[in-house]
């Protein structure tokens, strides 16, 4: 079930690294596009960066709408978010080529990706020179939700293996999220 | 075994989202500090983006010197990794504390952390504005390099528990990164 994850915590969402899908809309065009570049840049209220290529149309539905929601798909997921970082929106439909289904965001106009565990409505501030010369984005998150079969109290808990979420290399080549670590403080005495 | 990684493929070490730990010098000064919130910006030249705290030493010696590393610790670095996330480079010589050892870099005057298993090393692009609104430095990666038991040929390749990257979370836990997926392209025949 979808559940709501408070602002405060949505940069948990994102912290681990996963790869994410860009969904935007302008007037009646939306499209989705993978962005493993997403990172958190602040807490509360939260903040993320994303790198959008200017070839693409995300960049100029993101440019038109100055809103973007990034979903973090799970492993079954793969082929299709492989699919929709390799194939242009201006080509093709990707939500129809590639099964995924749209859901409507709490506080913004994009569509969220149904299918995914995660996901962060975000309104783009004002910083056009890093957009104009890096492809980078920075923006406020004013809405975050989550699968709670995988996210719930603030935390992540993996346990199907079809819902962890991927880490994107290179060439389609994917890592998993593993296994919990837990660093110990050492006391000094 | 150390090894150069081309500068083109340097965004390798980074993409998949491991937490990196910060190493800096300005004169005689050093310091090194975690940090989850930095992505690869660009290709070729390769560039990074990382978020600084301005409270921090490392802030200080990195923008004094317009140079850091990103040095990627493995799993069996999760302790010290914590310690240097959560101790000030104003009260402790974190190397000491944390029993690291500091490698000469190739092109940069920053020390790199010999225990860490891929290390990239950068000099700062004038974006200060982005820096003093966001704690965002953006710069360029001039020589990256890695421990060739876990990455060679452009690719990683864990197999040593000990050596997988770590992936941050809060409240010092962490995900290992887990097992390779390989994502498919659909044809639409």
Known sequence: M??????AKAYLLLNHGPVTLVSSRAG??????????????????????????????TRELVEA???FALNIPPRRLADATLGVGS??????????????????????GAPLVAECIAW???????????EQRHDLFVAEVV???ADD???????????????????????GQFFCVGEPVVGHRHDKG
Chains 1, 2 share one sequence.
């Open 2 to 7: 979808r559940v709501d994850v408070p602002l």
């Open 28 to 57: 009646l065009r939306t499209d989705v596009m993978a962005a493993a570049w997403a990172t958190p840049l602040d807490f509360d209220p939260p903040k993320v960066t994303v790198v959008i290529d200017r070839s693409t149309l």
């Open 65 to 67: 709408s100055r809103e």
């Open 87 to 108: 194939v242009s929106g201006r080509q093709s439909d990707k939500w129809s080529e590639f099964g995924l289904a749209a859901m409507p965001a709490s506080r913004i």
């Open 120 to 130: 962060l409505e975000c309104r783009l501030l004002d910083e056009q020179a890093v």
């Open 143 to 145: 809405a975050a939700s």
């Open 149 to 171: 079969r995988v996210f719930s109290g603030g935390r992540w808990h993996f346990g199907d293996d079809a819902l962890r979420t991927l880490h994107y290399v290179a060439g």
